[in-house]
């Protein structure tokens, strides 16, 4: 089947830095996804990886790792916007999104 | 440009009425989607389309049907609708010609089925 496993929660100090692992399991795979979702509003596109590595954008960067089924989100100084829920989502074979439960990030002052 | 657009906000229900999410794009987006968002679980695929005329069913399509006459609009339908529809649904689009397929979501309508 498929599956997507990443922290429910996750909770972090302002100015440092995060990491937010998804492993995941699915039927073919054509690239993940990370999504920012704060409450109340709708997903919003951070990054897409479909080879293995670091992609960096700015403060967000996205690692992953196709022989492990493993991806991480990495947020650096954070700032209290930041907290939201990231959603991890691999693309399977049919070319649709594999979504997870999403890992809520509190940032703390 | 509006990109996703989705009426209404929110929506209280009675139970056994039909109801329409309307959902609109003007980014020309060849693909088409609808989501439901339930506390605790991740998206649910319920119906998707990939090109105008054409649709297909998502991970959870029973109780929902969507038609797609036009590449802009995308609506769902509840036929008879029942509380464990109560949910956030979630319409979005992605350019699938790009390669990426990058999914824009709209801001999503709040039902409420009593």
């Known amino acids: 089947g498929q599956n997507i496993d990443q922290p429910t929660e996750m909770t972090a100090t302002e100015g440092a830095i995060v990491q937010i692992n998804c492993t995941y399991q699915?039927?073919?795979?054509?690239?993940l996804f990370w999504y920012q979702q704060h409450a109340g509003e709708a997903p919003t596109f951070l990054s897409y990886?479909?080879l293995d590595g670091l992609e960096e954008k700015g403060r967000f960067s996205s690692f992953l790792s196709r022989s492990k089924g493993y991806s991480y989100l990495l947020l650096k100084e954070l700032q209290m916007k930041d907290s939201a829920s990231y959603l991890c989502?691999?693309?399977?074979?049919?070319?649709?999104?594999?979504w997870g439960a999403g890992t809520k990030l509190i940032i703390k002052p | 440009t509006a990109g996703i657009t989705q009426a209404p906000t929110s929506q209280i229900l009675a139970a056994g009425r039909s109801m329409t999410l309307r959902c609109t794009q003007d980014?020309?987006?060849?693909?088409m989607y609808w989501y439901r968002q339930d506390l605790g679980l991740g998206l649910r695929l319920i119906h998707y389309?990939?090109?105008?005329?054409?649709?297909g069913k998502g991970e959870v399509p029973d109780g929902y049907s969507v038609s797609r006459a036009n590449t802009d609009d995308f609506p769902l339908t509840l036929a008879s609708a029942v509380p464990s529809q109560t949910s956030v649904y979630f319409c979005?689009?992605?350019?699938?010609?790009?390669?990426?397929?990058?999914?824009?979501f709209g801001p999503g309508t709040r039902l409420t089925v009593l």
């Open positions: 979005a689009s992605s350019d699938s010609a790009s390669g990426m397929d990058t999914q824009y």
């Open positions: 980014m020309r987006h060849n693909a």
């Open positions: 389309s990939n090109t105008a005329g054409t649709t």
């Open positions: 699915t039927s073919g795979f054509n690239g």
């Open positions: 990886n479909v």
């Open positions: 989502a691999p693309m399977d074979s049919n070319y649709q999104l594999i």
